[in-house]
């Protein structure tokens, strides 16, 4: 079993809809979360971190995190055809590095 | 301030010839990693670089993959005898404390 596990996707819905991306982990020494967003033939780019259990809003996104369930989300408000990316969660804690979730690669129709 | 510089951003080689790939961290970032990406899939972990501490190399895929990292800073991944196996993006990223930041990598085709 991975230990962080994403839907790869692809998942494709109409502008201005809600978008729930969500993964799931094992490890339950994991601290801090974060959700990171890559274009095509670019490097990943930090979107959200978050650190304890709850929601964390930041204009049109929100980051969920629920330490019991392990399970943390990444929803997105009225989508845009720019949001359109692959999303990666990521995850770690003061004792390890860092590890990554697959990807889901989102597609905004316009 | 500059974010992460990976050199050079594209690189064709030939089968079995040694190709260097090089990452300039944010500066005073203390932790260093390389990942692989193949297309269309998600981030292979190769190696962790943290202070001066001994790197983490358990993602490194067979003894062709090293790296290195001087003075704290700068670091350079090499791949020897390269394979057609290892064309992939190979993405550096640095952090100061839990989030990290991403270069642009450099597209690797092995012919």
């Known amino acids: 079993q991975k230990e962080v596990e994403q839907d790869p996707g692809p998942l494709s819905v109409p502008e201005g809809a809600i978008v729930s991306l969500n993964c799931t982990y094992s490890?339950?020494?994991?601290?801090?979360f974060m959700w990171y967003r890559q274009y095509s033939r670019k490097g990943p780019e930090l979107l959200m971190y978050?650190?304890?259990?709850g929601n964390k809003e930041d204009g049109r996104f929100t980051a969920q995190v629920d330490k019991s369930s392990k399970y943390i989300s990444l929803f997105i408000r009225d989508s845009q055809p720019s949001d359109s990316a692959t999303y990666l969660c990521a995850m770690g804690s003061s004792a390890s590095k860092i590890i990554f979730g697959s990807g889901t690669r989102l597609s905004i129709r316009p | 301030g500059a974010g992460v510089s990976q050199s050079p951003s594209n690189k064709v080689t030939e089968k079995g010839k040694d190709v260097e790939l090089r990452c300039d961290p944010i500066?005073?970032?203390?932790?260093l990693y390389w990942y692989r990406q193949s297309l269309g899939q998600g981030l292979e972990f190769l190696i962790y670089f943290q202070g001066n501490s001994a790197p983490d190399k358990s993602g490194l895929p067979s003894d062709r993959f090293s790296a290195e990292r001087t003075g704290g800073s700068v670091s350079t991944l090499t791949i020897q005898r390269t394979q057609q196996e290892d064309s992939a993006v190979y993405l550096c990223?640095?952090?100061?404390?839990?989030?990290?930041?991403f270069g642009p990598g450099t597209r690797l085709l092995v012919l």
């Open positions: 990223a640095s952090s100061s404390q839990e989030t990290q930041y």
């Open positions: 978050t650190y304890s259990s």
């Open positions: 490890n339950s020494a994991f601290q801090y």
């Open positions: 500066s005073g970032h203390t932790a």
